[in-house]
C-alpha cells in the first residue's frame, strides 16, 4: 500500500503478489499443526516482525516527495540564502500570524533530501515550527539533483521519484 500512495503502482502488485504466497504459505503450516500453540506466536511474531521490516526499509529507500511547510520565528532571508544555496527550491508567501504578519515558506523536496533540508532550517532559524506532507503529485519545479540513485538498480520500476 506504500507504494501505491508514492506512485508506484507497477511495484506494488509484485510486491503484493510476493506478500500473498508468504501469507498461504505461513497459514498453510499453522492449519496443518493446529493444536500447536508456537504456531500461533510465530506467526503472530512473524507478521509483527514483517511490518517492522517493511517500515524500516521504506524508510531507507527514501522513496516520495514531501512538502516542507516553515513558519520561521526569526527573519526569512538568511534561511531563504541557505536553502537556496543548497539547491532547494522555497516560496515565500505573506501570511498573518498570532503575534503579526510572518513569511510562510514553502518547498517540495525529494524524501531523500529531507534531512538536508531540515538541518539547514534547524542551523539558520532553530525553533522554527515546521511540519512536513506527503505530496502525491508534482508538475514541474525546482529540485535539486541528489547524490543518492533510487532504488532498484537505478529506477527499474521507475526511473523518477514524481509521478504524474
Same mark, same amino acid.
Request: charged share 15%; no cysteine; net charge positive.
Given at each position: 500500500?506504500? %507504494? ?10 509484485? +510486491?503484493? @503478489?510476493?506478500?500473498?504466497? *508468504?501469507? +498461504?504459505?505461513?497459514?498453510?503450516? *499453522?492449519?496443518?499443526?493446529? &493444536?500447536? @500453540? ?8 512473524? %507478521? ?6 517493511? *517500515? ?17 520565528? #526569526? &527573519? ?11 539547491? #532547494? ?16 515558506? @514553502? ?5 531523500? &533530501?529531507? &534531512? ?12 522554527? @515550527? ?20 533510487? #532504488? %532498484?538498480?537505478?529506477?527499474? %520500476? ?7
Amino acid at each position: 500500500m506504500i %507504494f501505491v500512495s508514492r506512485g508506484y503502482k507497477y511495484l506494488a502488485p509484485l +510486491l503484493g @503478489f510476493v506478500e500473498v504466497i *508468504i501469507w +498461504l504459505l505461513a497459514i498453510g503450516q *499453522i492449519m496443518q499443526q493446529l &493444536d500447536n @500453540f508456537m504456531s500461533y506466536i510465530g506467526y503472530g511474531a512473524g %507478521f509483527a516482525m514483517g511490518n517492522y521490516i517493511g *517500515i524500516i526499509l521504506v524508510e531507507k529507500m527514501s522513496i516520495g516527495t514531501v512538502l516542507i511547510r516553515v513558519l520561521p520565528k #526569526f &527573519d526569512t532571508s538568511n534561511l531563504i540564502k541557505h536553502l537556496r544555496e543548497a539547491n #532547494f527550491g522555497v516560496t515565500s508567501v505573506n501570511a498573518e500570524g498570532k503575534n503579526g504578519p510572518i513569511k510562510m515558506l @514553502f518547498s517540495i523536496v525529494k524524501r531523500k &533530501d529531507l &534531512d538536508g533540508a531540515l538541518q539547514i532550517i534547524n542551523t539558520h532559524n532553530p525553533n522554527a @515550527f515546521y511540519t512536513i506532507e506527503e505530496v502525491q503529485k508534482v508538475n514541474e519545479g525546482h529540485f535539486g539533483a541528489s547524490t543518492r540513485k533510487s #532504488f %532498484f538498480f537505478g529506477g527499474i %520500476f521507475g526511473s523518477s521519484q514524481m509521478r504524474k
